[in-house]
């Protein structure tokens, strides 16, 4: 059972920046796909950014130019920095992974708060 651990959520005001990171307990070599989902109070989950193996990234229009995801496969992590933090940033964050087998495993989440 591959286990993902997010560190890095918290408070900070709009205009602020931020950097989560999620470390995957089994070599990211054998995942396919990590990125990150959020969820806001009475909305559904939404896709946020993905990295794939070959190192190909998507985001969402709402961050798109404000956030970076990365992976270090040496530290079995993937990151998030996501910069210009509006309140609608506001949600949940989860780490999610998906190995070659298209199973999905996901951390248990970090809260983010932006301030106006």
């Known amino acids: 059972q591959v286990q993902l651990v997010e560190s890095g959520g918290g408070l900070v005001q709009a205009g602020g920046s931020l950097r989560l990171s999620c470390v995957v307990s089994?070599?990211?070599?054998?995942?396919?796909?990590m990125g990150w989902y959020r969820q806001a109070p009475g909305e559904q989950r939404e896709l946020v950014a993905v990295?794939?193996?070959?190192?190909?990234?998507d985001y969402s229009d709402s961050v798109k130019g404000r956030s970076t995801i990365s992976r270090d496969n040496a530290k079995n992590t993937v990151s998030l920095q996501t910069d210009s933090l509006k309140p609608e940033d506001t949600a949940v964050y989860y780490c999610?992974?998906?190995?070659?087998?298209?199973?999905?495993?996901w951390g248990q989440g970090t809260q983010v708060t932006v301030s106006s």
């Open positions: 999610y992974a998906r190995n070659w087998y298209g199973n999905n495993y």
């Open positions: 990295i794939r193996s070959g190192g190909t990234t």
């Open positions: 089994e070599t990211t070599y054998s995942i396919s796909a």
